[in-house]
């Protein structure tokens, strides 16, 4: 079966599963649907996508600025098996998907509670198979989820302590700041340690999360009571045999995010995007046998895009198998490479 999946949302998460989706052979894009007629839309229908609008009175400007679309969201929506929701949060089309029958995934910008099913590939993949609406969280909570969950797996975890330093907007945003502050999130935990625990309920973490002016990625300073003594090295051993998880040093050379992004572009991927948690080997330290410190950085543009794919695939029950479905979709984009 060829699954026949529409993206409402061409932004910088909707562009990206529009083409991951379009990598695979057991799904293909069935349309992007977009509020204005902008280069990104212009540029949709150059890669092939058939373009739709919200509605009928988008479609008219879409027809004015000379844009041509092939119907609403609703034909759409209709025409396909599923949606992957890329709109910003609280846009509000649950009703629509439900009345056209059609299933649904939404990204982190949602609550849990949309769904009351939240993905990550590697921890719940076979709890979603066949469902109809899934949630897969935002780029900072995956990031969590893909080193924490092998860590509690393999050696079990107490208490996690989560501080993170956010990016101020991506890099096609010029609207947002800060552009010279530092910007602490005074909500105390903040979202992201509820958010972990939505896939990982057991999990006792705390998050904190401070705002700085940059754009290309997040980095996270995690510290982790362990229930059983570990060394670095067998942490290290332990992410080396799961997917989606990627090794940097500064003996390398990779001080900074900056080195990991201008790695990212070495790679020559698709928008030179890093799927994987970037995690420098030599930050990983543990201190008394039990308590480990790391550093991991997250490319938010994109390490949520696999997680999608499998999304669809367990929602569509393309592949009931999680593993199976995450090494095919590394392979389609190239993940795996750099360990
Ligand atoms: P974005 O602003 O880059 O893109 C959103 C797209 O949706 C744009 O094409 C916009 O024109 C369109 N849109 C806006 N309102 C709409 C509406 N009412 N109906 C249909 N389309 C509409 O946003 P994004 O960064 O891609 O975020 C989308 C979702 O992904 C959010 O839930 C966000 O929290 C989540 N997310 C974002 C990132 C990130 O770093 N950008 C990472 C992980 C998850």
């Not at 989706?21 to 894009?29: F, S, T």
């Amino acid at each position: 079966m060829t699954a026949k999946i529409a993206i409402n949302g061409y932004g910088t998460i909707g562009k990206r599963v529009a083409d991951a989706v379009a990598a695979q052979d057991d799904m293909r894009v069935a349309g992007v649907a977009k509020t204005k007629p902008d280069f990104e839309a212009k540029l949709a229908i150059r890669k092939g996508y058939p373009l739709y609008a919200p509605n009928a009175d988008v479609a008219s400007k879409f027809e004015k600025a000379g844009v041509k679309t092939a119907g609403t969201l609703e034909d759409l929506a209709k025409a396909a098996d599923l949606v992957v929701d890329c709109t910003p949060e609280e846009s509000g089309y649950k009703s629509l998907y439900e009345k056209a029958g059609v299933k649904a995934i939404w990204q982190g910008g949602e609550d849990h509670g949309l769904t009351n099913l939240s993905f990550n590939a590697a921890a719940n993949y076979e709890e979603c198979l066949g469902a109809r609406f899934v949630r897969v969280p935002s780029c900072n909570t995956t990031g969590l989820i893909r080193t924490l969950y092998p860590l509690d797996a393999h050696f079990g975890v107490v208490s996690v302590l989560a501080v993170m330093v956010r990016r101020a907007t991506d890099p096609g945003d010029s609207k947002k700041g800060p552009i010279n502050a530092i910007e602490p999130e005074l909500e105390m935990p903040s979202h992201h340690g509820p958010d972990v625990q939505s896939v990982l309920p057991k999990l006792n973490i705390h998050t904190i999360a401070v705002k700085v002016p940059t754009t290309i990625m997040h980095l996270h300073t995690v510290i982790v009571d362990l229930k059983k003594a570990a060394s670095a090295e067998a942490v290290l051993d332990v992410w080396k045999r799961v997917p989606r998880v990627a090794f940097v040093s500064g003996g390398d050379g990779v001080r900074s995010t900056a080195q990991i992004m201008e790695m990212a572009r070495d790679l020559s991927r698709n928008r030179a995007d890093l799927y994987e948690i970037a995690v420098w080997r030599d930050g990983v330290h543990v201190v008394d046998g039990k308590r480990l410190f790391y550093f991991q950085a997250v490319h938010q543009e994109s390490d949520v895009v696999p997680e999608n794919v499998d999304a669809i695939r367990a929602l569509m029950e393309l592949q009931k198998d999680g593993r199976k479905s995450m090494e095919k979709t590394d392979q389609s984009l190239g993940i795996g490479i750099v360990k």
